[in-house]
């Protein structure tokens, strides 16, 4: 089946550090693949997704490059604020399996100032 | 506007009870969706719905069940079978066809059974 595996938090960082979440999957098909935020007691919004080999999402400064050869789909920013502070989650969709989304666990990042 | 509401955002439930949470979207998405987040985890598929008057089980369904009359509406009911319901719900929408279509979310819902 498909599976998605991420770091595990929590990351902190001071504000304005680099940050990488890893992602990497498993999958059947020829899944799409995607980052969620979630807010502190809210619901998750899409933050960007590529959905072929190659492809680079970005949004918001965050970046992210589908290797179809690493099975990754690694999260970076350059410069994190305080308000990006979250939890983040990879995901896949793959039309094999009726396009559902399957999961990561999630990555809690906390930026200090 | 467009978007997913969910309905309540809190609710708390006596052992025994059945309760059910309401979802309704106005994106003319085919697909809906339930899933269920713990404190500290991932999401879980509970139930999915491709078209109306259809829904299949997702990884969790035990304890749940959905109706879908209507391609705006998704209701989710935790019945008294579901033995640790306590846990924030969120529901989802997508067009289900082609790649790479993207799934919405609500703004979920926290179930606390006391």
């Known amino acids: 089946g498909n599976s998605v595996t991420q770091m595990e938090g929590p990351v902190t960082l001071s504000e304005e550090a680099f940050l990488t979440i890893n992602c990497t999957y498993t999958?059947?098909?020829?899944?799409?693949l995607f980052w969620y935020v979630q807010y502190p007691g809210e619901g998750l919004q899409l933050l960007l997704k590529a959905t072929k080999a190659d492809d680079k999402g970005s949004n918001k400064g965050f970046e992210a490059t589908y290797r179809k050869e690493t099975t990754s789909f690694h999260l970076e920013k350059g410069s994190v604020q305080v308000s990006d502070s979250a939890v983040y989650f990879c995901a896949l969709s793959d039309q094999a399996a009726g396009n559902k989304l399957t999961f990561g666990g999630g990555t809690r990042v906390l930026v200090k100032p | 506007d467009g978007g997913i509401t969910q309905s309540p955002k809190y609710l708390f439930r006596k052992e025994g009870q059945n309760v059910t949470l309401s979802c309704e979207q106005n994106l003319n998405h085919d697909a809906m969706y339930w899933y269920r987040q713990d404190p500290g985890q991932g999401l879980r598929l509970i139930y999915y719905s491709q078209i109306v008057n259809d829904f299949q089980k997702g990884d969790i369904a035990e304890g749940y069940s959905v109706s879908r009359e209507k391609k705006e509406s998704f209701p989710l009911t935790v019945t008294s079978a579901q033995k640790n319901p306590t846990a924030f719900y969120l529901c989802?929408?997508?067009?289900?066809?082609?790649?790479?279509?993207?799934?919405?979310f609500g703004e979920g819902s926290w179930l606390t059974v006391v």
């Open positions: 989802a929408s997508s067009t289900p066809t082609g790649t790479g279509n993207t799934i919405y």
């Open positions: 999958a059947t098909g020829y899944p799409s």
